[in-house]
């Protein structure tokens, strides 16, 4: 009998001995979050903010109320109603939705169309007609309600407005407002087209990745390999160099008095997700992202999209893809998010 209590002391005290000496190991124990099985599965090309709700493309189209939150218990995202084709972009106004289409993804005759349906409950699809081959669509990400969100789609040629089932043609692309991240091959600067675009007032800026964004107040901010740079007014810009990984997505993001530009990371063996602290907007030096898991969840995985609802603060969204190495991909690809009164992430 003394023999097992001692037995048991000494293993109490080795136990707590290595517990001392090898804290992250307890600690990542310790902050480990019960994952809950995910409603929006896959590659999750945009989210779109639109009324009352939040809209997810994934190849289909999901649908939460804006301050709805998933939990144990539910999980508030739903299908909803798509046009024909596999769903890859997602643009909003405060009127309409809309969506981009490719028909045969797969045999290298892709079709992209762009529909949409005015702000409803019950969406009703119906085919903008464009001109040119549309590569993208998105919308500016200024603020609701104040009659600069506007939607755009382009072509290898140029960026254009939509307004209801009105395709613009005046080329809104210029040699100041676009930003063009592509590298020269063989002499020959590779296509580029924009995808994404920024407000900062009444100045709009676009650029051919993801890794651009704005506080909508002051200024504009874009991500690339080892550096951050800003601007006030989208053609002057100021450099910051840090130590980024290169960037897949990036969003202004605030709480509590802070802002940050979180950077989603491209490599395979990346952080998944990095914060930049702003000082008055402007970059100072990275820091460790919000959620006491956010290693387990978003370590090694390619965030190609970022989305904080609302805008800036309150809920931020992940889209991550796994990357096995340089070249495999994983089927087990996941939006992620996190709600700052919980401090951690989970599966959406």
């Known amino acids: ?65 804006k301050t709805q939150e998933v939990t144990n218990n539910s999980n508030p995202w739903k299908l ?43 969406l009703s699809w119906e085919v903008v007609s464009v001109t040119g081959n549309v590569t993208a669509i998105f919308d500016n990400e200024a603020a609701p309600g104040t009659g600069k969100l506007q939607a755009y789609y382009s072509t290898k040629d140029g960026i254009f407005a939509i ?34 675009a920024a407000t900062v007032g009444d100045i709009t800026v ?38 980024i990984s290169d960037s897949a997505s990036a969003c202004y993001y605030e709480s509590e008095g802070n802002s940050w530009i979180y950077v989603g990371t491209a490599p395979y063996d990346g952080p998944g997700l990095q914060a930049i602290n702003l000082n008055n907007g402007i970059p100072t030096a990275i820091s460790e992202p919000v959620g006491k898991n956010i290693a387990s969840c978003l370590d090694d995985t390619q965030v190609i999209g970022l989305y904080p ?23 087990d690809n996941q939006l992620w998010g996190f709600y700052p009164d919980r401090d951690s992430w989970n599966r959406e």
């Open 163 to 196: 307004n209801g089932k009105n395709a613009g043609t005046t080329n809104l692309k210029t040699e100041t407002n676009f930003i063009s991240t592509k590298k020269e091959t063989n002499s020959e600067e590779e296509a580029s087209f924009a995808v994404k």
């Open 1 to 65: 009998m003394k023999t097992k209590i001692l037995y048991t002391v000494l293993l109490i005290l080795a136990i707590f001995t290595f517990s001392c000496t090898n804290e992250p190991i307890f600690y990542n124990i310790a902050q480990e979050v019960p994952l809950l099985d995910s409603v929006v599965k896959g590659n999750v090309y945009s989210i779109v903010e639109q009324g009352e709700y939040l809209y997810a493309a994934n190849g289909k189209i999901f649908r939460k109320g």
């Open 309 to 331: 609802f609302p805008y800036g603060s309150g809920n931020l969204y992940a889209a991550s893809v796994m990357i096995l190495s340089s070249t495999a991909l994983s089927n």
């Open 206 to 243: 676009f650029s051919d990745d993801l890794s651009l964004c704005s506080d909508r107040e002051k200024y504009f901010y874009k991500v690339d390999e080892k550096f951050i740079k800003y601007s006030t007014d989208g053609t002057n810009w100021t450099k910051v160099s840090l130590d």
């Open 80 to 122: 909803v109603d798509k046009p024909a084709g596999k769903i890859i972009r997602l643009a909003a106004t405060d009127s309409y939705l809309y969506a981009l289409s490719v028909a045969d993804p797969i045999n290298g005759s892709e079709k992209y169309t762009i529909y949409v349906s005015p702000a409803s409950d019950k």
